[in-house]
C-alpha cells in the first residue's frame, strides 16, 4: 500500500510540475535561453526514475531506516536553502547597483522554490515511530518537493546570469556559437575600413 501511494506521487508530480513550469512562464523563456531545458527535463527524469525504481524494488524499510533517510533529505534541503538566499543577496546588490531594474523571471523562478522547499516541504508531520509505512510515504512525498525546488532555484540561477550577461558590458553567450559565424563577424570590421577608404582614395585621385 505504501510504495502504492509513493508510486502515484510521482506520477501525480510529472503533470504537476508541467503546470508549475507553465505557470513559472518557463516554456515561453526556452525559446530565447535553451539553457531552461537543462533543470526542466532533469526534473522529469528523477521524478520519472524514482517512480521506475519504486516499482522495480518493491519492499518498504524500518522506521530507523526512514528516518534517517528523512535526516537526509532535510539536510540537502538546507544546502539549496543556504544557496537561494546567498544567490539573492548577491541579485539584491547586483541589481540594485548596476543593473537597477526588477528580475521578474528570476524572482518568480525563485518564489516557486521557497513555496516547494519552505512551504510543502518543510513543515513537520509528526509520525508514530511504528508506522514505518507512513515514514515511506513521508519521504518520497518531501524528496518530491525538494526536487521542484531544487530545479526551479537552477532555473532562476540561470536567469539571473542570462540578465547580467545580457545588460552587462561583457560580450558573452551562453549557448555555443557557430565557428563560421563568428569568423565572419570577426572579419566585418576590417570589410567595413576597407569599403570606407575606397571613397577616399578616390576623391584624392
Known sequence: MAITIATFIYVLSIPLWLLVWYSATGFKLMRHNP??????????????????????FTETSGATYEEARIK?????????????????IVATIVYGLSIKRVPLH??????????????VMAPILWIPAEQAGLFFILRHFQ??????????????IIMLLRDLITHGDAQI????????????????????????????????D
Open 35 to 56: 539553457l531552461l531545458m537543462i533543470p526542466f527535463f532533469l526534473s522529469l527524469a528523477y521524478l520519472a526514475g524514482n517512480a521506475i525504481l519504486l516499482e522495480v
Open 143 to 156: 524528496a518530491t518537493a525538494l526536487n521542484f525546488g531544487l530545479f526551479l532555484c537552477v532555473a532562476g
Open 173 to 204: 553567450s551562453l549557448t555555443p556559437a557557430d565557428p563560421m559565424m563568428r569568423c565572419h563577424e570577426e572579419a566585418q570590421p576590417a570589410h567595413d575600413r576597407a569599403a570606407s577608404d575606397k571613397p577616399e582614395r578616390n576623391a584624392q
Open 72 to 88: 537526509a533529505i532535510t539536510d540537502r534541503a538546507m544546502i539549496a536553502a543556504q544557496a537561494m538566499a546567498s544567490v539573492l
Open 106 to 119: 528570476f524572482i518568480r523562478f525563485m518564489v516557486y522554490s521557497f513555496i516547494a522547499l519552505l512551504g
